[in-house]
């Protein structure tokens, strides 16, 4: 699998939109770039996920540079319940998945 | 919504005891996975299951280590001899087909710690 370089942590307003960037200037192309979540010691949970066009579902946002060598997640109007540790993972097509250490957001009251 | 559920949600075991965690992955899909988390480390990937066999495994998924899906819903984990270092919150996963475009989908984890 590609590799992936997150920020380490983010601060954000709640009600403001959040905006995590990922870099994966290795990606090949076959690969998607799927995102995740874990809030506290809970399970991961799954956000989205594109191969190389914008996407969008009721939880976020995924916007995919047109050589796909980075990402961004937006959160549109972040609450305190957003508050998590966010992986952007580059699945290969295999069938697991490798965590990296993510971005850790906060948001901010 | 469909989801994974997975029991119990906190196992205290004594070293060198056997330990089973327990998994319902979702109902209609195929592939099922373990994952496990180190306090304060990355989730890593243990083991996926297809079709009633293991499909890949990592190193850490030695002779101590077993899966089974027993029926028609549960799929398990069993800890042979558990040691000091199994010690991690065990996360169960499954997903409708394998391969990119086909997103996993995690229970809440068992916490398991060895005594």
């Known amino acids: 699998d590609a590799k992936t370089t997150q920020p380490t942590s983010m601060d954000c307003a709640e009600g403001r939109a959040a905006n995590l960037p990922c870099n994966h200037s290795t990606i090949s192309g076959n690969e998607y770039v799927y995102w995740y979540r874990q809030i506290h010691s809970q399970g991961p949970q799954y956000i989205i996920h594109g191969l190389k066009n914008n996407e969008t579902n009721e939880m976020a946002s995924l916007i995919i540079t047109e050589d796909r060598k980075s990402s961004t997640l937006i959160l549109p109007h972040a609450t305190l319940r957003d508050t998590a540790v966010y992986y952007c993972i580059v699945f290969a097509g295999y069938q697991k998945v490798t965590f990296g250490t993510g971005t850790k957001l906060q948001v901010i009251p | 919504e469909p989801e994974v559920t997975q029991t119990p949600s906190h196992q205290v075991t004594q070293m060198g005891q056997e330990v089973i965690l327990r998994c319902v992955p979702i109902?209609?899909?195929?592939?099922f996975y373990w994952y496990r988390q180190i306090l304060g480390q990355k989730v890593e990937f243990l083991v996926s299951f297809y079709n009633n066999e293991i499909s890949e495994k990592s190193e850490i998924f030695d002779d101590q280590f077993s899966v089974e899906r027993p029926d028609g819903s549960n799929f398990t984990l069993k800890i042979r001899s558990t040691k000091l270092e199994d010690s991690a919150m065990y996360f169960c996963?499954?997903?409708?087909?394998?391969?990119?475009?086909?997103?996993?989908?995690f229970g809440p984890g068992t916490r398991l710690t060895v005594t």
């Open positions: 109902s209609n899909h195929l592939y």
């Open positions: 996963a499954s997903s409708e087909e394998a391969g990119a475009g086909y997103e996993q989908y």
